[in-house]
């Protein structure tokens, strides 16, 4: 049964750069794409990028500018970074990843970030 | 980007009624098209892909249809788990974009 796992900061402040790392137990990183969602509070999900098995990746047209996504298949994780963040990237982010259908069939909990001074 | 429109927003519905949500493309997606569940406070849970392919443990009252632009998802005789928020979600073309959400209520 593969898990996922996201950790990071809750609060980051405005202007600086959210990092979130999410490890994957109980499956090859290797295996399959991989995705961070983010819902802000009382909305809708939002797709922000992906990762290829092989490290291809594509990043939210509204966001391409300011986030990295990456793997790191020796720790089976993956990562995001969103730079100069603003109150509007305040989000509960997921960490998920496909199955056979192509389709987000893993998901971590997810982690709530505040963007606040 | 294609953006997916549900309705409706909220349905109010009782235990055993059949219930019917709609989700329509802004242009044509194939088959490319799924559905998610999600409850207060945790991460959403694929239910449905390619349209009308149940996600492992689903439950066969939940079924899909449609194609092109207009999908439906139809969950046959309501179960007091079934009250929560379901999204649709494309994967047609990047950036993959969900729809905003119909909250099926008591």
């Known amino acids: 049964q593969v898990q996922l796992q996201e950790s990071g900061p809750g609060l980051v402040k405005p202007s600086e750069t959210l990092s979130l790392t999410c490890t994957v137990s109980g499956g090859s990183i290797s295996s399959q794409y991989w995705s961070w969602i983010r819902q802000p509070p009382g909305k809708g999900l939002e797709w922000i990028a992906y990762?290829?098995?092989?490290?291809?990746?594509n990043s939210s047209p509204s966001l391409k500018s300011r986030v990295t996504i990456s793997l790191d298949t020796s720790k089976n994780q993956f990562y995001l970074k969103l730079t100069s963040v603003s109150a509007a990237d305040t989000a509960m982010y997921y960490c998920?990843?496909?199955?056979?259908?192509?389709?987000?069939?893993?998901w971590g909990q997810g982690t709530l970030v505040t963007v606040s001074s | 980007e294609i953006v997916l429109t549900q309705s409706p927003a909220t349905l109010s519905l009782s235990p055993g009624e059949r219930a019917t949500l709609s989700c329509g493309a802004s242009?044509?997606?194939?088959?490319?098209l799924a559905w998610y569940q999600q409850k207060p406070g945790q991460a959403p849970r694929l239910l449905i892909y390619n349209v009308s392919s149940r996600a492992a443990g689903i439950p066969a009252r939940f079924s899909g249809s449609g194609s092109g632009t207009d999908f439906t998802l139809t969950i046959s005789s309501l179960e007091a788990e079934d009250f929560a928020v379901y999204y649709c979600?494309?994967?047609?073309?990047?950036?993959?974009?969900f729809g905003g959400g119909t909250r099926l209520e008591i």
């Open positions: 979600q494309q994967r047609y073309d990047w950036p993959f974009t």
């Open positions: 998920a990843g496909y199955d056979h259908s192509n389709y987000l069939r893993h």
């Open positions: 990762i290829s098995n092989s490290g291809s990746t």
């Open positions: 242009q044509t997606i194939s088959v490319y």
